[in-house]
């Protein structure tokens, strides 16, 4: 339940706490006190999105912390999933700094607004006014009815199961769009991917290519060096090779007497061993090469067949055009196998259709059954609410197609008289049967469901005299199993609540501000008295103030 609320620097109040109890705690106050107020700052520690121009002191940063008591209600899985610390009090804290930027936190934890408001809808339930029209949005009727029904895991699976199959279908258009584009450019593809298929592309061959014609079209200045090389190296007297020779000799003879020498002619006779090696490559090499016109040529088409593929692909290298080979080639086979590969696609979508199908079916019967139960429920309620004519109808009516609350076309409908024809609920009732039906809905849920606290703004709206004592008596009831809060004008239903709170308005240096209180047993008595006669009070007032408390 909701055990304390304290708003600073927001609107019309400057700094305000409230402690809430268990049972049916009353809030009144004249119009224009700050009830609305105190609920705006509720919503938003609740995930309301922060309005910047609400801030009492701009240049204060505005805090609201709501503390609820959750020992009871399951939430510890919950906070493990969420990686929030658990206790069984909840402190929930939303600052809006003088910039405008907003933080959340649970626990001293900073969370976002989707977080906190998927926590928050497990706490508590604002019913405002304008939410009565929610009675006529089918999504709200589906709430209604799957609730009793317990269908919350049948219903995950359906979606989860009906989202799934939709994103399968959008996949199948675009695959069939991208297929049919692919169809039409067949045959440019296929003449492409031939092209790069017969050019039989090496990745490493350009650069061997390159190298091969650059060493073609130096051929006779390369001899020239090689004869040079032979030349210096094989001269009689003078060449390299004699030279070397001579000096090994000279070193072995000399190598018996020092380690060092021996270790030199060792070295020089490698060296010489290399030398001679090198040379014989450099004499073969010279013998093979030759200027051959005819190989140039060849080697020159080679590389511009490259080049040329290269600037029509707009890439750098070989390795990027074998790569824009196998792109043309999986287009290709695409298409030749486009038929199999659909069939495919056909079939995984059937299977889920099927699937869907079955859960649908399932949904379908639970609701069938839920439904008699609902409304003998309703009916009962609504005679406690001074409705007792009231007859209400639920069609439910088995549709073909998958929407994303079943396979269900649900139309409530509503006769307010006997002998009058059923018709479609937002049609026939007034504002005030819609306020009665709303609550004994909630009424309802509430025994379904597993939330600590709910907040009634002014859902008496509308109604007076003995209507009045029985919206009371139902909240009382609702009561026994969950915290309820109500916000109302009517002395008979604040008459019947455990707590009584006051929403009140006073001067201060700083301006206008709103504050609340909890009214002892005589100031309850004279609000009552008040609400029923205005603010001069006579016994008469007072008298009926103390008859409604009795």
Not at 309 to 335: C, F, M, P, S, T
Request: charged residues 30%.
């Amino acid at each position: 339940m909701l055990s304390s609320l304290s708003i600073k620097n927001y609107a019309l109040i400057e700094n305000l706490k409230v402690d809430f109890q268990s049972g049916l705690s009353i809030i009144t106050g004249e119009t224009g006190a700050g009830k609305s107020i105190l609920l705006g700052g509720l919503a938003l520690v609740l995930g309301k999105r922060a309005d910047n121009s609400l801030v009492y002191d701009k240049a204060k940063k505005c805090i609201i912390e709501a503390e609820f008591q959750v020992e009871n209600y399951h939430l510890q899985n919950f906070f493990e999933a969420n990686d929030l610390d658990y206790d069984s009090v909840v402190i929930i804290r939303r600052e809006i700094l003088p910039n405008g930027k907003s933080r959340a936190f649970v626990n001293d934890t900073p969370v976002n607004l989707a977080l906190l408001n998927d926590l928050t809808n497990r706490l508590i339930d604002i019913h405002s006014q304008h939410e009565t029209l929610q009675l006529a949005d089918s999504d709200y009727q589906y709430h209604i009815i799957d609730s009793l029904a317990g269908n919350e895991g049948l219903l995950k699976a359906y979606q989860k199961s009906y989202l799934d199959l939709r994103t399968s279908e959008k996949e199948l258009e675009k695959i069939k769009l991208s297929q049919a584009e692919a169809r039409k450019e067949y045959d440019y593809h296929l003449f492409l991917w031939e092209e790069l298929d017969k050019a039989n592309l090496k990745p490493d061959e350009q650069e061997i290519l390159e190298k091969e014609l650059e060493k073609l079209s130096h051929v006779e200045e390369i001899k020239m060096k090689l004869s040079e090389i032979i030349g210096l190296s094989e001269q009689e007297s003078m060449g390299a090779l004699n030279q070397l020779s001579e000096i090994s000799q000279n070193l072995n003879r000399i190598s018996s007497y020092s380690e060092l020498y021996e270790s030199l002619s060792d070295r020089l006779e490698s060296l010489l061993i290399e030398f001679k090696d090198i040379l014989e490559e450099v004499e073969n090499e010279n013998d093979q090469l030759v200027y051959d016109p005819g190989l140039m040529e060849e080697l020159d088409q080679r590389l511009q067949l490259i080049y040329n593929l290269q600037k029509k692909h707009l890439v750098q290298d070989v390795a990027a055009l074998i790569e824009v080979r196998e792109q043309y080639k999986n287009k290709i086979e695409g298409v030749d196998h486009a038929e199999e590969y659909l069939e495919d696609i056909l079939k995984a979508i059937k299977a889920k259709e099927n699937q869907l199908k079955e859960l649908g079916e399932n949904l379908h019967q639970s609701r069938v059954q839920a439904v008699p139960e609902f409304i003998t429920l309703m009916e009962n309620n609504l005679k406690r609410l001074e409705m007792k004519n009231t007859r209400l109808s639920i069609h439910l009516d088995k549709s073909k197609e998958f929407l994303f609350n079943g396979q269900d076309r649900l139309t409530f409908l509503m006769s307010s008289d006997k002998g009058k024809t059923f018709e479609n609920l937002k049609k026939v009732a007034s504002g005030g049967e819609m306020s009665r039906i709303m609550l004994a809905v909630k009424s309802i849920l509430s025994e379904y469901s597993d939330l600590p606290a709910i907040i009634f703004d002014e859902i008496d709206s509308g109604v007076s005299g003995e209507v009045s004592n029985r919206i009371a008596e139902v909240m009382q009831k609702m009561s026994v199993n969950m915290q309820v809060i109500t916000i109302t004008h009517l002395p008979q239903v604040a008459a019947k609540g455990h707590h009584h709170y006051k929403v009140f308005k006073k001067e201060t240096k700083s301006g206008v501000n709103s504050n609340i209180k909890l009214l002892d047993p005589d100031e309850r008595l004279v609000e009552l008295a008040e609400m029923l006669g205005g603010s001069n009070l006579s016994e008469s007032a007072l008298a009926h103030a103390r008859q409604l408390l009795s």
